[in-house]
């Protein structure tokens, strides 16, 4: 097994150790409230997840996942609201079309770098929610559409939507042990090596916008009927926001760093929500924090500390590598 | 019939003229050295050879067919391997992996990749940063990780731009080893490179370029003897 794969499986188990940690939560807190929050954390690790796969894994800063999330919401919405379909097809369709939108969104902008591709898909998650605010007729715009719970158990709902999270970490894993996973990050590296290597990128960026819009759209899905409302809030840019500063407190480019920080930022929101949204601040400075001194986010914190507790060489300093070599 | 040929290329860059009509024919299994000064056009070539960029005018035909407009991986899977004068390799990847990526994308099955990766690793002495972030090892290592990730498919012809620049004298043994068995072997190379004696000691066969034009071909003695190289890329002492 390669160095990669190592890195990869050691996040992968940590993560589902965590996530079986999140599995006991109902076995000691009875709270609907609080499995309330829980589950709306996990929500935001799943789009922090897609987004990660995105940006930690393919090096494409799109800032368009809660856009995504808005597509699933009113792909199962509008199924339920205009055709009365139950979730068992209103979320497949959900998934579909976001998953489509994401290939389409993901081709045009395949030549876009930095910021050409953030501010592409920025207007991209604007033109989306601005639609969704004035279709009136079929999105019911600001008022929002009510659709069916999933279950009116939350604990039912729970499980759900953490059988969605755990199914996602397992995807996302065996994609990252494929050669698909390497290509996705040797993209990210290197565009013009990649090609030079015979990758095709524009298929593989294309690939990587496609699962993570599919992923964002699933998760948009299961929160509305959770929540019982699509409205445009969903797709609003400071829930992006939340995304990235989950992405980024958590760790990018790691398994475990958005599932943990998607589960952080939620919790500190519900902290923060009689300030409003200058709870925004409290992120906003800790996401600058966390870039000027922690670039490898709590999980690489973590990992280095272990690394100097118990003497693995992930922590070499690449001086002495260098040395070896000359 | 030739395995590579440019017909009339040309490429600008606004006013500047970085190929103007470049026609060149290389044989397969050639080992040819393209020299000139900085600024003749030699990376630009390049790129038009690897897809990197599109020529305004001309052609550039490989194995028989055309391959302007396709892409650079399609170029790359189809036996044109490129090493960039500034090192490119997948610096969060370690150095087998880097291997075992560029393997699998020419086509390997991820065994096969991974087999090839280890033999390379031994080949060309980078096994003690097996494991290594790309972006950890020095910069010789991380030109031959480079040129080892050209090798991982089965190039007809391997592009190297400035293999031996900036690297330290055993590396450039280990590499010109490389060069001299896989060419043994079949495979072809155009180097460019400005360390003219290590591209003496690999071939006879000789390009130089100037302003966007090919100024000589032909073996070391003519091209050196030149005027016209002598006077673009030489200086005006090599003469006496």
Known sequence: MNASHLRTRREFLVSLVFLAAVAAV??????????????????YALLAIAWNLL??????????????????????????????????????????????????????????????????????AEIVRHVARNAHEYTRGDFGMSVPLISSDRVMAFYLMLALLVAV?????FLLRSHAGLYLQA???????????????????????????????????????????????????????????????GGIGTMIGPLVGGFIVQFAA???????????????????????????????????????????????PARQVKEAGE | MSLLRFENVHKAFGGLKALDGVSISLEAGCMTGLIGPNGSGKTTLLNVLSGNLAPDQGDVIFDGRSIVGLQPSAIARRGVGRMFQITRLFRRLSTLDNLVTSGCAFGLSFHDALDRAERLIEELELTAVHDEDGGNLSGGQQKLLEFGSVFMGAPKIAVLDEPFAAIHPHMREVMVRFIRERHAEG?????????????????????AMNAGQVVARGDADTVLHDPLVIEAYLGETAVS
Request: hydrophobic content about 55%; proline content about 4%.
């Open chain 1, 55 to 124: 940006a930690g894994y393919t090096g494409q800063f799109s800032l368009a996942p809660t856009a995504f999330a808005m597509i699933g919401a009113y792909g199962t919405g509008m199924a339920s609201y205009h055709f009365g379909l139950p979730p068992a097809v209103g979320v497949p369709i959900a998934i579909l079309v976001s998953a489509v939108i994401g290939m389409g969104l993901g081709r045009i902008v395949v030549p876009l770098r930095g910021p050409y591709l953030a501010l592409t898909t920025i207007a991209f």
């Open chain 1, 187 to 249: 993209i990210r590296d290197d565009e013009t090596a990649a090609a030079g290597r015979g990758i095709n990128v524009i298929f593989w960026k294309t690939v990587a916008f496609t699962v993570s819009g599919a992923i964002c759209g699933f998760a948009g899905a299961m929160y509305v009927h959770f929540s019982g409302l699509a409205s445009p809030d969903i797709g609003h840019i400071f829930e992006t926001g939340l995304v990235l500063a989950s992405v980024v407190i």
């Open chain 1, 169 to 173: 970490q397992v995807g996302l894993y």
């Open chain 2, 187 to 207: 495979h072809g190379f155009l180097i460019v490179s400005h360390d003219l004696p290590v591209v003496l000691g690999l071939t006879d066969d000789l390009i």
């Open chain 1, 26 to 43: 109902p076995l000691f807190v009875t709270s609907g409230y609080l499995l309330g929050i829980v589950i709306v954390a996990m929500y």
């Open chain 1, 270 to 316: 519900e902290g923060f929500r009689e300030f409003g949204l200058r709870h925004m601040l409290v992120f906003a400075a800790m996401v600058i924090l966390f870039v000027r001194f922690f670039r490898q986010g709590l999980w690489g914190l973590v990992k280095n500390a272990w690394d100097r507790l118990f003497g693995q060489g992930a922590a070499r």
